[in-house]
């Protein structure tokens, strides 16, 4: 495959896929430098996966010890 033909493929990629950016920037922190919109944008997305995930665990918890046998 020539050159021009693997700017083609990946152009027609591109164009059919919709992708515009490499999604690991936008989804783990990198060594890369990202543009300050992209970092906030990570940021808010931690921030909201780590709140989810600390209800989940608080659900699991609450649901554990209301499944407890009483000891009356």
Not at 27 to 43: K, S, Y
């Amino acid at each position: 495959m020539g050159e021009n033909e693997y700017e083609a493929a990946v152009a027609a990629f591109l164009r059919t896929k919709g992708v515009t950016r490499c999604p690991t920037a936008c989804a783990v922190p990198t060594q890369g430098t990202i543009a300050a919109t992209d970092r906030a944008a990570l940021e808010n997305y931690a921030t909201a996966r780590a709140q989810t995930r600390r209800q989940r665990q608080v659900a699991r918890e609450r649901s554990f010890w209301a499944a407890q046998p009483s000891a009356d």
